[in-house]
Structures are given as C-alpha cells and as structure tokens.
C-alpha cells in the first residue's frame, strides 16, 4: 500500500461530471489499498470571476481581501469532490489551507509556506478517509488567509507530498505526461517516461507549461518524485525524479526542445566603455520591475558598447521608455527594439557529458537558413534567440537532429 498525494487542476475539476470522475480515478486507488490525499483547484474560470468581481469593485483590490475573495474558488471544489466521493460510499474529508494548518508568510497573492501540520491528515487516512485539500492557499500566523500565487496548487501538492513522506505526488493535467516538444508543433513529439528534476526546471523556465516552476523546484529540493498524468486517459505518464534515478546507458544527449514566442530585444548601441556601465544600464531596468533574460555585450573598435538584453514582450515598451533616459545620460547613439523574436532552447542532462552538441544545434539551424541572433548556455541547456517567422522551422529540425523523432 502507497500513499500518493493527487492534484487536479481546475480543467479536471471544472465542471460537476468532472468532479464526479476525479471521485472515480480516486476510488479506484482506494479500492487498491492505496492512501490517498487530493490536492483541488477552484474549477476552472471561476478564480477569474472573483478577480473581475473584485475589479469592479476596487480599480486596485486590497491583497488581504483579494486573497480572503479567491480562497473561496477552492472550498467549493472540496466540498463537491467529498460529496461525490460519499455518494459511491468512501468516506472523504474536506480541508482548507487554514483547517490543515499551511503556515505561510504574510506576503498577501504570493505567499511562502514555511510549514504543515500534518496530524490530522494522517489521522483520518489512518482512519480510511480520503483527505481532500484546497490548493493554492494557507494562512499566516496571525490568521489571515493567504494565497501562494501562480502555480499555487500544484505548489501545495508537492508540498503536502513532502510534509507526509508520499511515496508519489501525481500531478493531473489535460496532457498525459511531458513531451520532447510541443506535440502541435512537432507530429513526431514523443511523451518521455521519466525526466530529471534539473531537466523539468530548465523546460518550465524556457516555456514548457505543463508544470509552474515554484512546484519543480520544491519537488527537487525535498526529493518528491513528481508524475504528470492525463485526468481523461489512462496512461503513465511521465515520472520526474533525480539525476541519479534517471542515467542509463540509453540516456539521450537532449531530452526536449522548448520554446517561448514571449521575447523582445532591446538594444543600446554606442554606450562608452567604462567601468560600471552595464549596472548603469541594467540597474534602472530592474528597479522598474522588468525581467531581464538573455544578455550580450559586444566591444566596438572605437571603444564603445553595444548592450542587448530580452524581456517579456508586454514589458519592452516600459523597458525602451527606461533606456530612453539612460542613454541620454550616458551619451548613447541609439535604443531600438524588436519584439518579432522567439528563444528556443535544447535541454538534456545528456550534455555534461558529450561534445559537440552546440556544433551539432548550430548545424541544423544553419542548414536551414536561420539566422542566430542571441546564444546563451547552462551546464544542460543551449538556448537561442531567432526570428519568431522561424521557430517551428527550428524546433522540427532540432527535433530531428538529435534523434527525438525515433
């Protein structure tokens, strides 16, 4: 008998027949001995009618009210998924994050969970119950209700996962595991069968949306193995676990391409080359609040430097707006931008270990006519900025040069 920690989005869980089948996948593990506690978002769309509620409302909701507003999304889910577990005869017990005791931080709509009671849910699965959780929220140590922000469900499963020593957190998605590729861009995409923590974060970070990278990265750190399912198919989908769980003699060199198609370029031409000018630049970007990604700086013969940056494309009209002062300030020739580009990205512990994997990426772009603006590197991934008409063309031909298609 395992104890695995389930957690079902708010597509699975988005209307009531939903609901009615999450009870059933769950049963069918009650019936084979196993312990389970679920994990449940609010249904799908619903957290979206409480925020429109609330901007209606209140231009700038208040964080503590936002999050005592949005909580509510979830309690609903419990309550319906326990009644529907009771109606096929298995006794389930519904928690919020504040019931089970999630202590969180206080930082309102992104908050940090800090620790987890976890006696009564070990009492009522000692006791035969199904325990059923609200995602996404805890309370701090004052009472307040809090939310843990993007991804917070999938985080609260993980951690749950964790808190109870499961033998498995299975996350279930509209996909049935994670692919080499974005199967709607490449036919041939195959779904892997196990991926390593490392692998998972690099994917989550360069666009791959099938898991949030707070939950990844607490799945790691606590060593939860993670499996992401199909909530409308059977299947195994696809088990995450660490490095050393994962090397084979098959091992290939590149797990997965991913891709993000929200990138711009920014580019300060002509800025003296001194010391200290690369803060002078950055500095200001970041105190607006802009993420920066993928940096170059190249060295003219006159001695002046040409900086350019990406950011997320919604952010490079504030980010021009920034450099625009700065650029007076330090003399600059010019600021120009380009938000028609994408970074696609090879991932694969494979890499520490083979030579030639930047040759062979380079290669198969160049065959293709496809011109690398940007390059940047990690110890497992390569990562490069192309013109955005290009990017299914260099997904299929990346897939294919390093044997994904087999």
Do not use: W
């Amino acid at each position: 008998m395992s104890l695995f920690v389930q957690k079902f989005g708010g597509t699975s869980v988005g209307t009531t027949d939903r609901i009615k089948a999450v009870a059933e996948k769950v049963a069918g593990f009650r019936d084979n001995g196993h312990d389970i506690v679920v994990v449940v978002s609010a249904m799908s769309g619903e957290t979206n009618r409480l925020i429109d509620l609330a901007k209606s409302i209140q231009d700038s909701p208040d964080p503590r009210e936002m999050d005592v507003l949005v909580s509510t999304g979830e309690q609903v889910t419990i309550a319906l998924l326990c009644m529907a577990l009771k109606e096929k005869g298995y006794d389930a017990r519904s928690y919020t994050g504040g019931q089970v005791r999630i202590l969180t931080d206080g930082s309102h709509m992104k908050a940090r969970i800090q620790e987890i009671d976890v006696d009564n849910m070990r009492a009522d699965l000692s006791a035969g119950r199904v325990v059923v959780v609200a995602g996404f929220q805890g309370v701090d140590d004052t009472g307040n209700i809090t939310t843990l922000g993007r991804g917070g469900s999938d985080t609260t499963g993980v951690a749950l996962a964790a808190a109870l020593k499961a033998d498995e957190c299975q996350i279930y998605t509209d996909v049935d595991g994670v692919y080499t590729t974005d199967p709607r861009v490449v036919a041939k995409a195959k779904r892997l069968e196990r991926i390593t923590f490392e692998e998972m974060l690099e994917m989550a970070s360069l666009g791959s949306k099938v898991l949030q990278i707070r939950s990844v990265e607490f799945a790691g750190k606590y060593n939860v193995p993670l499996r992401v399912l199909s909530s409308f198919a059977d299947g195994p989908g696809t088990l995450i676990t660490l490095d050393e769980e994962n090397q084979s003699m098959e091992q290939p060199v590149v797990s997965g391409i991913a891709f993000n198609r929200d990138e711009a370029k920014i580019s300060i031409l002509g800025v003296p080359d001194a010391p200290g000018v690369a803060s002078k630049i950055l500095a200001p970007i970041g105190d607006a609040n802009v993420e920066i990604d993928v940096i170059v700086q190249n060295v003219a013969a006159d001695k002046t430097n040409d900086l350019t940056f990406t950011v997320n494309r919604s952010d490079v009209a504030k980010a021009r707006a920034v450099l625009e002062v700065v650029a007076k300030e330090l003399g600059a020739r010019e600021v120009i931008t380009d938000a028609k580009i994408v970074k696609v990205s090879i991932v694969g512990v494979g890499m520490r270990s083979h030579a030639g994997v930047a040759s062979t990426m380079f290669k198969a772009l160049a065959a293709e006519n496809i011109n690398i603006q940007m390059i940047t590197t990690s110890e497992i991934k390569i990562s490069v900025i192309i013109d955005e008409r290009y990017l299914e063309l260099a997904v299929r031909a990346l897939h294919t040069a390093f044997g994904l298609d087999a």
